[in-house]
């Protein structure tokens, strides 16, 4: 507090000179208005007026000042002021006038009501005027500075392409030129309005479209673009970035393009520029949310999110924790990456966040039932499982242990606390399953409905497919074999998946919770299926090299329990999928399940783990029928795929397989 109190007082001296410049400007305006109205008569009319005017000069400016100060004119930062700032500063103007008017009236009209609205007018024109000119010098200085130290230094800024001639492009170029001239020098700007052809953002020219950009790399000798169009989503965006890429300049972007206000101005947030991540070039439509549903059920609960340290849960607490929950429960067994979390989370949100942290295993129901005696948690997000697919091949007992049997506990636990409602979250490996990761996967999504039928507790499953830059991901082993030199492994030439950033996956799992229809498996528009080759040599060029030129493709097989694509839906709910509000949302028909069978067959799974022996596999093949196992236990113990290419292709095989996959159609 004294800390803000000693910055107040040292803003006070430029506010108070402020006010005292517009007391003579306001009086500059006056006289000038003065001028204009009686423009046609005598000097000694026009000096009568003043005379006039002079008594009630005070109170006109203590008026204007009164409104200007409560109004929040001197708390304008004129330096990145805006048309925003200038439309307060007319609307404040214009309130001081009809104010002055009313107290005239009711002292029987002595003013001139012609020289007070004239006198506002140019009221306007010179604060404002004197605020942007003072701007506009203190930017030619900088930048006539900036130029000196850079001169001094030998150093030469180096030519910039800017994406956008809209308010984010405006901001870009103001960024370079006034704020950080390490950044680069705009030279161009290309935009597909073409009513903005041949016209300057701050004397930089647009000079055409981003179809010209590799055509005005080459002619204004760029050497960076920078992408600057907050609107610029999904898969335009992978083009535009294909498109610069192409060109071999260094391509960034604004740090946070969509932090932008009501204008579409830019926030302080969005000052600075950016690399480009793998997210960006597989950019997808952003994900429209109906935010009042979601607040609806997590506003001022306590919500559980197991796993939530890890890449799923811990992006869920991060999109939970802005709808205000009267506390969240982070639950891990790990617990460096859920502290990390927590700290992040207070250092953003504050210190006193209701946050807890709490270390267990959800194979412990004496732990779990400890938790829900304690905090009485409404809403649980269930992400904590074994995920990563080989190392579950050669551990099935384990992947069984903690998938099912603790997801079990954990719905068990739940359903005798009274839990409200209850978020599971699946993948598109549960359908058709050849892995046991996948096949435990279903499992839960039965469990799930068994739950559902059986206990007040709104129960559901979320279905979706690889989620980019998670723990295992693909993208994390590509670029490091990248950063490595290669070569770039990939497993079988024609494989493909379904990709999603995390943020899209954690707000779409919000969503389908809201729906909140118990028992019912939610499947998540994954859109377009991405082949895993393209994937690879997209990064490889993502990264400035050529595929099999500088960076060698090596295809190693199909590794035990992965199949060549992925499946969101089984055959038989293809026809049966119900839509949702939510266009990206859809439910897959019920399972018919015997649930005495069910038990049954789950008490002889358990008997299986405990044993730790193969016949886990047989028995989960048992349970979910659609399971084929791709994988094959040797006798040295290791665990190899059954099906599918396992030798290493040469290189002109590697060079036929990607022509055959680039020539494909999307």
Known sequence: MKQDNKQIIRGLPRRVALMALDCVLITLSYLIAIMLRFDGVDAYQRIGVIHTMTPWMPYILLIYLLVFWFGGLYEILWEYAGMRDLARLTLLSGLATGIIMLVDLMLDGVLYRTVLVLGAVFNVAFVGGIRLFWRLVRSLALQAQNRKRDHRRGKHAVPLLIVGAGNAGAWAVNLCKNKNRSFGDPVVIVDDDLTKKNLRVQGVPVRGTISDIPELVRKYHIAEIVIAITSLKGERLSE?????????????????????????????????????????????????????QISEYLHDKVVLVTGGGGSIGSELCRQIIRYRPRQLLIFDIYENCAYELEMELRNKYGRDLPIVTLIGSIRDKRRLDEVFETYHPSVVFHAAAHKHVPLMEVSPAEAVKNNVFGTKNLLTSAAEHDVERFVQLSTDKAVNPTNVMGCTKRICEMLIQTFAQNTTMKCMAVRFGNVLGSHGSVIPLFEEQIKQGGPVTITHPDIVRYFMTITEAAQLVLQAGALAKSGSIYVLDMGKPVRIMDLATRLIRFYGYEPNVDIDIKITGLRPGEKLYEELMLDSEQDKMIKTAHDKIFIAPPMKIDLAEFYSELQQLQQHVDKNDEGVVVQLQKIVHSYHPNRRLNKDHTVSAANGNTGILDKAEVAKALAETQNTPD
């Open 240 to 292: 535009v970035i294909n498109l610069c890429n192409s060109t071999h300049c260094r391509v960034r972007m604004l740090s946070d393009p969509q932090s932008v206000d009501e204008s579409g101005n830019p926030t302080s947030r969005g000052m600075g520029l950016r690399e480009l991540n793998t997210a960006d070039f597989l950019s997808r439509d952003e994900v429209q949310l109906n935010n009042a």
